[in-house]
Antibody, heavy 118, light 107 residues
Framework: EVQLVESGGGLVQPGRSMKLSCAAS????????MAWVRQAPTKGLEWVAT????????YYRDSVKGRFTISRDNAKSTLYLQMNSLRSEDTATYYC???????????WGQGTLVTVSS | DIQMTQSPPSLSASLGDKVTITCQAS??????IAWYQQKPGKAPRLLIR???TLESGTPSRFSGSGSGRDYSFSISNVESEDIASYYC?????????FGSGTKLEIK
């Protein structure tokens, strides 16, 4: 069974940094592209970043480019999202997702809430 | 960026009704649209990929269709467990973009 478990969320001040982790199990992590999707409180879904199966390619939405870094450790079956220079508009639940057969967000974790506030 | 215009924002249906949600893309997305269900407090769940391919475990009362810029998602014989929000997603081009969502309520 595919399992994705996020951690690392919490309250952080504007301008500070936070690193999210996603522990994957139940599948061969190194075979799949992964992504982060976020959802602000009571709002819709928003793609944040994607990384290829081997980490060689990464893609970001414009509003996080230069501030967020997606990475992976295939030996540890773990996905990361390093978030720097956080803004209030980054407040959201962040979901770790896995692709399957070309569909980008086929499996989802339970999400971790990041609150950016002073 | 491709904009996904999803309607209606909310739907109220009786049990057993058929409901339809539409998504219009700002350009041709070559059938690369998926549909997700999100129940309150839960992560989204992929129901349909590539316009009309049902995921394993998706009940057959769910369906999708469309081409070019215009796509639809239907639930026939709505059941109480279908109370949720539904989102479309285009994955033809980066940035991947979602529709704004449709909240389904039971009358």
């Amino acid at each position: 069974e595919v399992q994705l478990v996020e951690s690392g969320g919490g309250l952080v001040q504007p301008g500070r940094s936070m690193k999210l982790s996603c522990a994957a199990s139940g599948f061969t992590f190194s075979n799949y592209g992964m992504a982060w999707v976020r959802q602000a409180p009571t709002k819709g879904l928003e793609w944040v970043a994607t990384i290829s199966y081997d980490g060689s390619s990464t893609y970001y939405r414009d509003s996080v480019k230069g501030r967020f870094t997606i990475s992976r450790d295939n030996a540890k079956s773990t996905l990361y999202l390093q978030m720097n220079s956080l803004r209030s508009e980054d407040t959201a639940t962040y979901y770790c997702t896995r692709e399957m057969l070309g569909a980008p967000f086929a499996y989802w974790g339970q999400g971790t809430l990041v609150t950016v506030s002073s | 960026d491709i904009q996904m215009t999803q309607s209606p924002p909310s739907l109220s249906a009786s049990l057993g009704d058929k409901v339809t949600i539409t998504c219009q893309a700002s350009q041709n997305i070559n059938k690369y649209i998926a549909w997700y269900q999100q129940k309150p407090g839960k992560a989204p769940r992929l129901l349909i990929r590539y316009t009309s391919t049902l995921e394993s475990g998706t009940p057959s009362r769910f369906s999708g269709s469309g081409s070019g810029r215009d796509y639809s998602f239907s639930i026939s014989n709505v059941e109480s467990e279908d109370i949720a929000s539904y989102y479309c997603l285009q994955y033809d081009n980066l940035p991947l973009t979602f529709g704004s969502g449709t909240k389904l309520e039971i009358k």
